[in-house]
Antibody
């Protein structure tokens, strides 16, 4: 069974940093592109980042580019999201998600990690 | 960026009724379109990919179609367990973008 389990969420002050982790199991992690998607309270879904299988290629929307960094450790079957210079508008539930091998849809999702940016 | 215009924003329908949700892409995305269902308090789940292909384990009452840059999700006989919010997503090019969601309730 495919499982994605996020951790590392919490309350953080504006301007500070936070790092999310996602532990993957039930599939060969190194064969899949992975992504982070967020959902602000009572709002819709927003794609945050995608990383290639080796980690050599990363993709971000303008809203987080230069502040967020996606990375992975294939030996540990783990995905990460380093979030710097956090703003109140980054408050959201952050989901780890898997891209199937032939597409940029998301065919598996974690349960989410809540991040609140507030003083 | 590719904009995905989803309608309606909310929908109330009776059990066994046919329900249709649409998404309009701002430019050609081919069949690079997915639909997700998000039940209350849960993570999104993939329903449809490639505009028309059913994801594993998804009931056959769900179907997807395409007409040009307009995409539709149809639920053929609405069930209680289908309540939630439905999102479309274009997977054609970065930034990946979602529709604004359709909240589906039982009348």
């Amino acid at each position: 069974e495919v499982q994605l389990v996020e951790s590392g969420g919490g309350l953080v002050q504006p301007g500070r940093s936070l790092k999310l982790s996602c532990a993957a199991s039930g599939f060969t992690f190194s064969n899949y592109y992975m992504a982070w998607v967020r959902q602000a309270p009572k709002k819709g879904l927003e794609w945050v980042a995608t990383i290639s299988t080796s980690g050599s290629r990363t993709y971000y929307p303008d809203s987080v580019k230069g502040r967020f960094t996606i990375s992975r450790d294939n030996a540990k079957s783990s995905l990460y999201l380093q979030m710097n210079s956090l703003k109140s508008e980054d408050t959201a539930t952050y989901y780890c998600a898997r891209h199937p091998t032939t597409s940029y849809v998301m065919d598996a999702w974690g349960q989410g990690a809540s991040v609140t940016v507030s003083s | 960026d590719i904009q995905m215009t989803q309608s309606p924003a909310s929908l109330s329908a009776s059990l066994e009724e046919i329900v249709t949700i649409t998404c309009q892409a701002s430019q050609d995305i081919g069949n690079w379109l997915a639909w997700y269902q998000q039940k209350p308090g849960k993570s999104p789940q993939l329903l449809i990919y490639g505009a028309t292909s059913l994801a594993d384990g998804v009931p056959s009452r769900f179907s997807g179609s395409r007409s040009g840059t307009q995409y539709s999700l149809k639920i053929s006989r609405l069930q209680v367990e289908d309540i939630g919010i439905y999102y479309c997503q274009q997977a054609s090019s970065a930034p990946l973008t979602f529709g604004s969601g359709t909240k589906l309730e039982i009348k």
